[in-house]
């Protein structure tokens, strides 16, 4: 995993930034060493993600993920009228071209006059990430201008482009700063929070086992996510007034979030190079840890509605590859039921800040789409976000 530096980087500066969320507020302290997450419950509960404010789509092509999608609304009670079913190829991958024509436009359509809608869930059986093919083209200067139109990178999750699909002739070049991230809404972001969506995916390498993630979810709800957390950081937490950056930033973002865990259930932190091994980590409701690339360790006995996820390039590439060992397929296989990878390098920073995501996750109050998008710095980039989005394992016993 490369560590990108440029002058679009979020800045670390010390100061206290006073968010309000949906009625809550959370204060980020961010210093040279220190980031910290604080929930300060107002006397007016939390409003979470609505079920109206759902669209849910599948691909009309994968019966399968017509059955898997309409057995999730019963679930949930979505409305009927909020699901719309694309007809697109049968893949992981869909060049940008079809992508544009098969999967963004009906759903700009879709949603054009429904203003409440907040949130887009995929379905098993539409493609996970999109590629730069080109069409031929007779004129060298429009072939070019193709070309030029994504200069760092021309691989994208179709759920991160998703985001936004509201906006007419997004940009198609690098990340764009996620004005749903709690350090970012102190200041001006390129779109506002109203014009971007959030999305997120119910997929996995079988139809079993997409299913086994809704109905986890739905009972680990009902009776509380418990268990132990694991991180598992490289090195020893730095002092509290070391400058840090790329790498060791996101390892103390580790520790930090060990820390908040802490305050709801056990924990365990590894600060050495080598991962958990084997056997070493029992009873696993939440998982966070680095680096080892498109190579699963099998340390975990996964307790029903973990979520779990690991920090390294490419752990979302593929989620039906058979052999594949990318930690998000292998994740789901082994039982978790939430995590999230990148679809391709998505530098050390396009990650969700763990000790933010876990930390809006063990509030209790917000969902799991919720908690990534505050946690997530980038969008129109590589990141997938799998679980189902109104998930709230620790509802009613949070931080």
Known sequence: MKKFIDNRMWPMRSEIINHKLKNRAVLLLVSSSLL???????????????????????????????????????????????LLLLQTAVKEEIP??????????????????KPTITCLVLFYGLPLRIAWHLLPMENPDQKQASLNARQRDPVASVDSELSLVRIENPPVHDWLENPYFVQFQKHKTRYEKGQVLMVSRLDGPDVATVKRVILDSLAAEKKGLTGTAYFDARWPKPEDNKKLSGYALYDNAIHMAAKVTKKVMPVVINKEEALFKHGEAPHAALYCGWYSLAKYQDAFDWQQGAVAYHIASAECTTLKKKGSQVWCKRLLEDGVAATIGPVGEPYVQGFPFPQLFFGLLLDGDFTLVEAYYLSLPFISWKMVLIGDPLYQPFRGRGV
Not at 56 to 65: F, M
Not at 68 to 76: D, E, I, V
Request: some cysteine; overall charge positive; aromatic content about 10%.
């Open 36 to 82: 910290y997450i604080c929930l300060l419950s107002f006397s007016q509960v939390a409003h979470a993600l609505d079920p109206n404010e759902i669209v849910v789509i599948a691909n009309s092509q994968e019966r399968d993920g017509v059955k898997l999608a309409r057995f999730y609304m019963k679930q949930r009670h979505i409305p009927k009228g909020n």
């Open 96 to 113: 940008r071209h079809f992508y544009e024509d098969e999967i963004a436009d009906p759903i700009k359509k879709f949603i054009k006059d």
